[in-house]
């Protein structure tokens, strides 16, 4: 695949390799994926501050790593001889769309609300309760720190299916948010799906959502024509969820594909230490709930995904990310 596009050379001054002698060095040096950990803000002052040179040169008895990344248009220029994913792997809430305050959130405390729990989740409170993968999971964890209500069941098991109800019941109420649209996909979501779907790039949701409100979004959103061809992997398909690596590596086996030729985009702390433990690639876009959490493992970090012309990244960008991997 033959693309040309502009790019953005930094030489960064951490993580060098001693060589040998300086004529090795520059044909020699070795990628760093983590290295293109840097905000999109902080790329685009570097860029703005110094078009004409690479930024923090090493001496010459050094090797240094090199980053090639972008601010608002294509960010790597993807050669013949470049391979692209075996899969592209998306979350869902926060990812495709920002699904969290406004859309779930909203629907347990409308759930709560219509089983006169007398609990209400505010934003914050819900933001700390994201770090608990899986909303049955985050509900179990909060009544059993906070105290079930007076109308809950005593027994554990009578719990478990008391909890079940719960979340059947804020599925249906979410799923009615999606099915009305009212909240909208991402930025560059579509984009980067159909670029994928075009090169025959496999691609998947991978999220610890109810399967069915997975699917409304995927349908929904993304349209029929693009559903068929999404494999959808979620809720309890997995017993142990993120950042458990298990819903990941059970899409790779699924697809039949190496994980490490595979690129992720997550967007909170939990889904990156997943994606991660698989052996994926992981491509970070903070979402609002996610904005300050720690993504220094992640292999690039951006706001959004972004449509031309605020373009972030798209599908040449991903698979520049797969061959740092392989470069020695």
């Known amino acids: 695949m033959a693309m040309a596009s502009t790019a953005i050379s930094l030489s960064l001054p951490t993580n060098t390799i ?14 760093n994926p983590k290295a293109s950990i840097l905000d ?25 790593k090199q980053l090639s990344t972008s601010f608002k248009f294509k960010c790597s220029s993807a050669s013949s001889s470049t391979a692209l994913p075996s899969a592209l792997l998306f979350d869902c809430d926060g990812v495709l769309v920002d699904t969290e305050k406004d859309g779930h959130r909203v629907s347990f405390n409308d759930t709560f609300n219509e089983k006169e729990l007398g609990v209400t989740w ?10 608990i993968g899986g909303g049955k999971e985050r509900m179990t964890a909060y009544f059993n720190k906070t105290g079930w209500p007076d109308n809950a069941p005593k027994s554990e098991e009578e719990r478990k299916e008391f909890i079940a109800s719960l979340h059947k019941r804020k599925t249906e109420l979410f799923m009615a948010l999606i099915e009305n649209r009212l909240l909208p996909l991402r930025p ?5 799906v159909d670029q994928a779907l075009e090169k025959g790039v496999k691609v998947a949701v991978c999220s610890t959502s109810n399967e069915k409100a997975v699917s409304a979004v995927v349908s929904c959103l993304l349209g029929p024509e693009r559903a068929e061809k999404i494999q959808i992997f979620a809720g309890d398909v997995v017993p142990r969820k993120k950042p458990d690596p298990a819903i990941y590596t ?15 985009v997550e967007d909170s702390a939990i889904g990156l230490a997943a994606a991660k433990a698989a052996g994926m690639t992981c ?3 903070k979402s609002g709930y996610t904005a300050d959490e720690d993504f220094l493992n992640a292999d690039a970090v951006f706001d959004c995904i972004g449509d031309p012309p605020e373009e972030r990244f798209d599908l040449a960008f991903c698979a520049s990310l797969l061959e740092k991997q392989y470069v020695s």
């Open 18 to 31: 001693p060589s040998s002698s300086s004529s090795s060095s520059s044909s020699s040096s070795t990628v």
């Open 250 to 264: 059970l899409v790779a086996n699924t697809l039949g594909v190496e994980p490490s030729s595979c690129v992720v």
């Open 188 to 192: 560059g979501v579509a984009k980067l």
């Open 122 to 131: 505010d934003v914050d409170l819900y933001g700390e309760l994201l770090k």
């Open 40 to 64: 999109h803000r902080h790329l685009l002052f570097l860029a703005n501050n110094s078009p004409s040179s690479s930024l923090f040169t090493s001496s010459t008895t050094t090797r240094t």
């Open 283 to 285: 491509i970070v876009t």
